[in-house]
């Protein structure tokens, strides 16, 4: 069965430092997808980055970028250069390719010290 | 402006009230679903659906109901709610499902408390 872990309950970074939140997941498919959302004090859920368990690379996108190593099963999100409006819940999330669920971890609520 | 619409945002309600939750999408996603967000939990799967007259069950689905008869529109319906339903929930969005680059556009959510 898939699982999303995410150890992390709450991290705290100082403004313009980078960041990596954890993600472990768990499945006996060999195509999946893994994403992170991110929620902030607003509420909305936010989707800000995709992994492909085939893609060759690491995603990108803007400052975000995922660390993902298939042997170790981990798929991190690492934010460069923080901001305060970073501050908020992330998720990581998986869907298998053989499979109509998404699931989610629990999340990691990310403070940014100015 | 793309989007998917959830109504309503705020709904206090009492046990055994028989509430429907709406959700609509305006891009011709295939793929809908809807969650249920608890604090430590995360998001839980209640029900998804791959296209019109297509759904399943996700994680959670007791005492939850859903239909698809257009393919913009998943009702989250509960028949007779219960305190244990209290919770934020989302209905979400994906052009379809599997392992691609799907990522879901989610609704603004709606806060349920049943008293």
């Known amino acids: 069965a898939q699982k999303i872990t995410q150890t992390q309950p709450g991290m705290f970074v100082q403004e313009k430092e980078a960041v990596t939140l954890d993600c472990t997941y768990d499945t006996s498919d060999p195509s999946y997808g893994l994403f992170w959302y991110k929620q902030p004090s607003s509420g909305e859920m936010i989707f800000l980055i995709y992994?492909?368990?085939?893609?060759?690379q690491n995603a990108t996108e803007g400052r975000y970028s995922l660390n993902f190593q298939k042997a170790r099963k981990s798929a991190n999100l690492v934010i460069s250069a923080s901001q305060l409006g970073d501050s908020a819940m992330y998720f990581c999330a998986m869907r298998e390719d053989g499979g109509f669920k998404t699931i989610f971890g629990a999340g990691t609520r990310l403070f940014v010290k100015a | 402006e793309a989007q998917v619409t959830q109504n309503p945002r705020y709904l206090i309600t009492v046990t055994g009230k028989k509430l429907t939750v709406t959700c609509s999408q305006n891009?011709?996603?295939?793929?809908m679903s809807w969650y249920r967000q608890d604090p430590g939990l995360g998001l839980r799967q209640i029900y998804y659906s791959m296209n019109v007259e297509v759904t399943d069950k996700g994680d959670v689905p007791e005492g939850y109901k859903v239909s698809r008869k257009e393919k913009r529109n998943f009702p989250l319906i509960l028949e007779s709610p219960s305190p244990n339903q209290t919770s934020l929930y989302f209905c979400?969005?994906?052009?379809?499902?599997?392992?691609?680059?799907?990522?879901?556009?989610f609704g603004s959510g709606t806060r349920l408390t049943v008293v």
């Open positions: 979400a969005s994906s052009l379809s499902w599997g392992a691609r680059d799907y990522g879901y556009t």
């Open positions: 891009m011709n996603h295939e793929y």
């Open positions: 992994q492909g368990s085939y893609d060759q």
